[in-house]
């Protein structure tokens, strides 16, 4: 009797590494309070996936830590050539407040697209960037995209864009790639906070000076996407949780704050 209760608490601790192991770190991480993602002096929980590269070679050293700052730069590429990039937190999440401090800096790369001049974004519900295709620009994901002003022009941040997926505003389901927020514009080198609410399949809030400039809901695959077909199981397009990441996007760019507070929901 003892060895066969032992052999069954041997299962059941399996089943629950196992089950860990697919919530990742909300299974450990307290509710309700700040927890910093980056920890100012290396990349340790963030892995790498460029165009064209495989998963976990920083190609070019193009993600880097510096002087306490999570940078992305360029100077090791002789030219751009749509080589986008991704930095992947170790694990997903579902149910949460995201926020980074970022600023544009510098010159955009050499043969960078004229649309992503002062252009970045976090990916979130993405998919594990391990599915990703070599040449895949960018992963299946929910994107909230971060623009720099040009100093003259008005140009919102904190957009929406959706590689892969669709969402639904007001009722309505959106297929178009790209939705603007109705943010102000960020001139300069400044530094500017985005903080993102996430409440898995339900609302996304995108926020700037504490302002909500954007929300939909029900965070969907787009069918007709060929990177999105494979991860469609069973007909359900429904996404709920998945990968966070930071993108390259050819224009040189600072995070001095990543912080994730899990929702308890």
């Not at 991480?29 to 165009?51: A, V, Y």
């Not at 992947?88 to 001049?117: D, L, M």
């Amino acid at each position: 009797m003892r060895n066969l209760f032992i052999a069954a608490l041997i299962l059941l601790t399996s089943i629950v590494s196992s089950y860990a192991g697919e919530e990742g770190c909300e299974a450990k991480m307290p509710k309700g309070e700040w927890i910093s993602l980056f920890n100012g002096k290396d990349l340790t929980g963030w892995t790498p996936k460029i165009r064209y590269h495989k998963f976990g070679d920083n190609y070019a050293n193009t993600f880097r830590v510096e002087d306490g700052l999570l940078k992305v730069r360029y100077d090791g590429y002789d030219e751009f050539k749509e080589t986008f990039g991704h930095l992947f937190y170790k694990t997903p999440f579902s149910h949460y407040k995201f926020r980074v401090e970022y600023r544009f800096v510098g010159e955009q790369c050499k043969g960078g697209p004229g649309w992503a001049i002062r252009n970045s974004g976090v990916m979130l519900h993405g998919q594990d960037p391990k599915t990703m295709a070599i040449d895949q620009d960018f992963p299946v994901s929910i994107e909230a995209q971060m623009l720099g002003g040009d100093g003259e022009h008005k140009r919102t941040t904190g957009n929406l864009c959706t590689p892969g997926t669709n969402v639904v505003m007001d009722g309505e389901l959106i297929t178009r790639h790209c939705t603007k927020s109705n943010s102000k514009t960020y001139h300069g080198d400044q530094w500017v906070t985005l903080e993102l609410e996430v409440h898995g399949n339900g609302l996304i809030k995108h926020i700037h000076d504490g302002k909500v400039v954007l929300q939909y809901e029900k965070s969907q695959l787009d069918p007709r996407d060929e990177s999105a077909k494979p991860l469609i199981k069973d007909g359900n397009l429904m996404i709920s949780g998945g990968t966070i990441s930071l993108q390259s996007e050819s224009h040189p760019l600072d995070f001095r704050k990543v912080e994730i507070m899990l929702l308890d929901e």
